[in-house]
């Protein structure tokens, strides 16, 4: 990581942000300061906005109005930006995305060779770290087809840190995983969450946000209705419907 | 017995030997049928007339022909022309069908007007009416005399005129298979997996195949080149017609851009539908890693379209192909055409069909076979539901 950044600007920083689909108001007046080296999850019920909001982030969805700014860059139309901040957020989606036509190799290395113009053996030598770290160096030559669903996501997590990406941001990378892949993901995601990385999850694994968190923001139809640090957001939440989720999704 | 019957395995080579056995017979008792009534008309059935002269002659050859020549060089003939159009045809069909089919998926409003405004009106005007209208249109242009210039191109009424290169035709064809080589070669040598080195590593290579055969190429040119003429021979008006120069006849003319412009209007469908196939989280990955947007395009949607769409482009093909059959409505000696005056001069109907048949398959299934092999090799591994 490029420490090119003041440690003072915030990573992320979204000022009175709206966003439409046509007249579907989807993110009302989001209000989010994210310092660097935090870990957010986000949750709250289907539709209420989270992919909406993290994919703003990285400019996959443009906002409407309110300010968005990335390691001190605004997001707006300018290209440079958008290209600048994209070098410097990662993303993982919840269906992986990996290109099916490239080796795992070749997934990891494609970034780094043509945005930063990394030599391929230097490439190579860095997406095997990523790849041993994720534990699947042995299926660098496979196809994303060849894996399970579990290796794919894990495969698409080294394939963003070997853009060596100052923020991470995650859309919900375990749920279309079979239960018994949702651990092997989330253990290698516990173990980013030591190394002082940007982290913004959006996930309902509650178990991941109680020990890697620095703070839970719950959503709820395009706004955010609370945000505490897990202990608190657990054990006494503010609001009733962040207390009515909490009960749907731990279950009792 | 019974209990042999149940074999999967038998029962299947069983069914395949009782079906070969009936196919058989109806040929064989078809075929006997025919000389019989062939026979009774003073027909000699065979193919004995393949070493007869023609007697005819033919107006379009990239081969020398003279009505002195056997049948059997006439067939070469039209299966070298109905390849020499057809290839043109589809080149030409698949440059307009990639460009109507980005303008179709392209973002803007009025580039995908204007592809569905082509598509909409060439695909649904009979491929024979367009091949019609075009030879109407060469055959009613300006006599030589008052010719229309198009840069290098003279259009009139005896057919669209351009430069030739005075060279001899076997270098031409020497020149061309080479030129065809120095391309192709390249592109394999940037995909495959045969070689030990990986393919980025093969720059200098790539490089010089390409450059040293299009040095080869220029050289055989030069080699070929009538001795004390200038290499190149512009067309010029002599009297009342065109002198020099290469000549492209109004019927040749009017297939290739009928055949380019109607397959135009598939393909440009077919390349839509294939980059309709990439699914969005690919193209969102690309960018959210920072490709750019021509990077995301070219290493990302363009391949994955390509695979989606090459299975349905080889069966366009082999249509359009088949639509060079078409150049008897108009007159080039394609295949057909030349199959089409043999029956009528020599009277040899069953034999002369059965050698189109042939032809026909042997040329469209050349064309599977390419495109399976290519298929194969660059098929997606694995399962690909997951993503
Ligand atoms: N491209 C789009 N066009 C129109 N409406 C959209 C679009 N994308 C999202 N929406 C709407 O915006 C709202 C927020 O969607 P979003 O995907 O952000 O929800 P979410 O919180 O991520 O839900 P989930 O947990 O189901 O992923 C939803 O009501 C959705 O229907
Ligand atoms: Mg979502």
């Keep these: ?252 | 017995m019974v209990s042999l019957l149940r074999q999967q395995k038998i029962r299947n080579i069983l069914l395949q030997a009782l079906f070969a056995g009936i196919v058989l017979l109806v040929v064989i008792g078809g075929w006997r049928n025919a000389q019989h009534a062939l026979s009774s008309q003073n027909v000699v059935s065979g193919f004995g007339f393949l070493h007869k002269s023609t007697g005819w002659d033919v107006n379009f050859s990239l081969l020398p022909a003279s009505p002195n020549d056997p049948y059997w060089w006439f067939f070469v003939i039209g299966i070298v022309n109905t390849l020499f159009l057809g290839i043109l045809g589809l080149t030409l069909a698949t440059f307009i069908g990639g460009l109507v089919g980005l303008f179709r998926t392209s973002s803007n409003d009025l580039l995908q007007l204007l592809g569905r405004i082509y598509v909409d009106f060439f695909r649904n005007i009979p491929l024979i009416l367009q091949v019609f209208f075009w030879y109407s249109l060469v055959t009613n242009l300006p006599a030589p005399r008052n010719a229309m210039e198009f840069g290098p191109l003279t259009l009139s009424n005896r057919g669209v005129y351009m430069p030739a290169l005075n060279v001899g035709g076997w270098h031409v064809a020497g020149a061309a298979v080479t030129l065809l080589l120095a391309l192709a070669l390249p592109l394999w040598l940037r995909t495959t997996r045969r070689l030990a080195s990986p393919p980025e590593q093969r720059g200098a290579l790539v490089w010089g195949v390409l450059g040293g055969g299009l040095l080869l190429a220029a050289a055989i040119l030069l080699l070929g080149r009538a001795p004390g003429a200038a290499l190149i021979d512009p067309p010029r008006l002599q009297g009342l017609n065109m002198r020099g120069g290469l000549r492209v006849s109004p019927e040749f003319t009017a297939l290739l851009v009928a055949i380019g412009i109607y397959g135009g209007a598939y393909i440009g469908e077919i390349v839509r539908g294939g980059f309709k196939a990439v699914g969005k989280g690919q193209t969102e990955a690309a960018h959210s890693l920072g490709l750019s947007p021509w990077q995301s395009f070219s290493r990302i949607r363009l391949p994955l379209a390509l695979r989606a769409m090459l299975p349905i482009l080889a069966n366009q093909y082999i249509w359009l192909i088949k639509a060079t059959t078409l150049g008897i409505a108009v007159g080039f000696t394609d295949f057909f055409m030349i199959v089409a005056v043999t029956i009528n001069q020599s009277g040899q109907t069953l034999e002369a069909i059965a050698i189109l048949m042939v032809g026909f398959l042997a040329i469209n299934l050349s064309i599977a076979a390419i495109f399976n092999r290519i298929n194969r090799a660059i098929a997606l591994k694995g399962n690909q539901l997951r993503s």
């Design chain 1, 1 to 252: 990581m490029a420490d090119t950044h003041p440690a003072n600007v915030p990573a992320v920083q979204i000022n009175g942000m709206n966003k439409f689909y046509g007249h579907f108001h989807a993110l009302k007046n989001i209000q989010l300061t994210v310092h660097r080296g935090e870990k957010v999850v986000v949750c709250g019920p289907s539709g209420s906005g989270k992919s909406t909001m993290i994919r703003c982030i990285n400019r996959l969805e443009e906002h409407n109005s309110g300010q968005i700014t990335v390691l001190g860059t605004e997001l707006n139309d300018d290209v440079a930006s958008i290209d600048g901040i994209r070098r410097e957020v990662g993303m993982v989606f919840q269906h992986f995305n990996l290109f099916p036509h490239m080796t795992v190799l070749e997934n990891c290395v494609l970034a780094p060779m043509l945005v930063r113009k990394t030599p391929r053996a230097q490439a190579e030598a860095a997406a095997m770290r990523y790849l041993e770290k994720v534990r699947i160096p042995e299926q660098a030559q496979k196809y994303p087809g060849q894996l399970s669903g579990g290796q794919q996501q894990r495969v698409a997590i080294a394939r963003s840190l070997c853009m060596e990406p100052e923020i991470l941001l995650f859309d919900e990378p375990t749920s279309a995983l079979d239960p018994e892949m949702i651990s092997e993901v989330l253990d290698v995601m516990v173990h980013l969450a030591t190394e002082g990385r940007t982290m913004i999850c959006v996930t309902h694994e509650m178990g991941f946000a109680r020990r890697v968190a620095d703070r839970v923001i719950f959503m709820d139809a395009g706004e955010i209705v609370e945000e505490a640090p897990p202990e608190t957001f657990f054990q006494s939440p503010s609001s009733e419907r962040t207390k009515q989720f909490l009960s749907q999704v731990l279950g009792h």
